[in-house]
């Protein structure tokens, strides 16, 4: 097998690969941004129980997660698709390190302008929504493109669970050709390809909103 068709058997499974990397940031986003809000906000028991979620799905290993998603819960009388257990818990995972960054991007934020809000009688939520996270997002965009190269790199474990994404293809090849070293040096420069581009973008976007330390950098 030459490596053009290495590649073309390998580039099969990227539509899966693209699919789980989506539908992971639609539980990701969500849960990043909420339960950041929340463990930023909640003191007490509620914030123990808000830190104690974000560990659970950020400190799990990921792979673990998949097979007792996928494999334990039917069992239990729920199963799940292999594309929703991959999503769900990819997404949840980059999910619980992208809270911890918008909690750490609302606590940087300079006090003094919640105090002004609150001199000027504007609500708790109102501040929150207005004049904290607004400022907080900015700042953490690049961040979040990080977590974002790190699902797709995450979405080669989904083979585990039958899904036929790159690294899958790439398994099958290598066990029909007996040479995995030019197979999985494609899928590695297949992976490096897909995630490049997202990390000069993230260069890009960091650009734009800091460009007085993109100067300094430069200098």
């Known amino acids: 097998m030459t490596i053009f068709e290495i590649w073309l058997g390998i580039l099969q499974g990227f539509r899966v690969t693209a699919l789980v990397t989506l539908y992971g940031l639609v539980f990701a986003i969500p849960f990043g941004l909420v339960f950041g809000v929340a463990q930023y906000m909640t003191t007490g028991p509620a914030r123990f129980v808000v830190t104690s979620i974000i560990e659970f799905w950020r400190s799990s290993a990921v792979i673990i997660l998949l097979f007792v998603f996928y494999y334990a819960l039917p069992l239990a009388g729920l199963a799940l698709s292999a594309m929703t257990v991959s999503a769900m818990v990819l997404g949840l ?9 918008v909690r750490a991007g609302l606590q940087a934020l300079d006090r003094g302008q919640k105090e002004a809000g609150h001199a000027l009688g504007l609500s708790r939520a109102t501040i929150l929504l207005r004049i904290e996270l607004p400022q907080a997002l900015v700042a953490m965009s690049p961040t979040f493109i990080n977590q974002l190269i790190q699902l797709v790199k995450a979405t080669s474990l989904v083979s585990l669970v039958t899904l036929t994404d790159m690294t899958f293809r790439a398994k099958e ?14 899928l590695l420069l297949a992976y490096f390809i897909v995630c490049y581009p997202v990390a000069l973008f993230g260069r890009w976007v960091e650009r734009r909103i800091n460009p007085a330390r993109e100067a300094r950098c430069a200098v």
């Open 93 to 101: 995972n980059i999910g619980g390190y992208a809270s911890q960054a």
């Open 173 to 186: 090849i290598s066990q029909i050709e007996y040479d995995p070293v030019p197979i999985y040096t494609s």
